[in-house]
Nanobody, 124 residues
């Protein structure tokens, strides 16, 4: 059974940090990433990486503050979020792609499986 389970969401003050985790099971994916959706807004890509690779990809808005990483032994994806801003509260989703593709990493059509999300709240 394919399953992606996010944990680590919560409430922090602006400038604070959180680390999200996504535990994956049931498949060996090629890509994994983090997306977020704020109320009334479209879901957007935050960061992604190729499983087993070194390259990481970030949205311009989080580059330098967020770090995506993987622990293959634990089959877990992480997102370290530092200096969270008041405009960043959202539901954060873990997503995974089963196939290699050539295209932009934030294209959600290439992610086959999604977690239920974990809520992040930032207070000013």
């Amino acid at each position: 059974q394919v399953q992606l389970v996010e944990t680590g969401g919560g409430s922090v003050q602006a400038g604070g940090s959180l680390r999200l985790s996504c535990t994956a099971s049931g498949y060996t994916w090629r890509w994994m990433g983090w997306f977020r959706q704020a109320p009334g807004k479209e879901r957007e890509g935050v960061a992604a990486l190729y499983i087993g690779g070194r390259a990481t990809y970030y949205a311009d808005s989080v580059n330098g503050r967020f770090t995506i990483s993987q622990d293959n032994a634990k089959k877990t994806l992480y997102l370290q979020m530092n200096n969270l801003q008041p405009e960043e509260p959202a539901m954060y989703y873990c997503a995974a792609g089963r196939y290699s593709y050539s295209g932009v990493w934030w294209d959600q059509r290439h992610y086959n499986d999604w977690g239920q999300g974990t809520q992040v709240t930032v207070s000013s």
